[in-house]
């Protein structure tokens, strides 16, 4: 009994553990990746941020990109939030182009 209490424990340590290191920022999440999925799935008709451009000019992107991709997709949804854009609302799309 006492190797099943001690199995059930380390396994909820564990899945507790990894847990944890996935709510950490900058751990197995993509910014740059976040930013092209919304705009390809929001807006995949933008004038000047289209979904073949921006992902070319993000996907596989370094480090170095990551605080540029979460400030471009912070100031995206800001904007839609400020013109009540919501992802996949073609009435709203229309009135943009």
């Known amino acids: 009994m006492k190797k099943t209490r001690i199995g059930l424990a380390s396994a909820s340590f564990l899945a507790v553990g990894f847990g ?14 976040e930013y092209v999925d919304y705009m390809c799935d929001c807006h995949p008709e933008h004038p000047t941020e289209d979904c073949d451009t921006i992902t070319n ?5 370094d480090s170095k990109l ?7 997709l912070d100031d995206q949804k800001a904007a839609d939030e400020e013109t009540g854009h919501e992802c996949g609302d073609p009435e709203v799309e229309e009135s943009e182009a």
């Open 20 to 33: 944890l290191l996935a709510a950490v920022p900058g751990c197995g999440d993509d910014p740059c990746q």
């Open 57 to 61: 000019s993000y996907s596989d992107a």
């Open 66 to 72: 990551e605080d540029q991709c979460v400030s471009a």
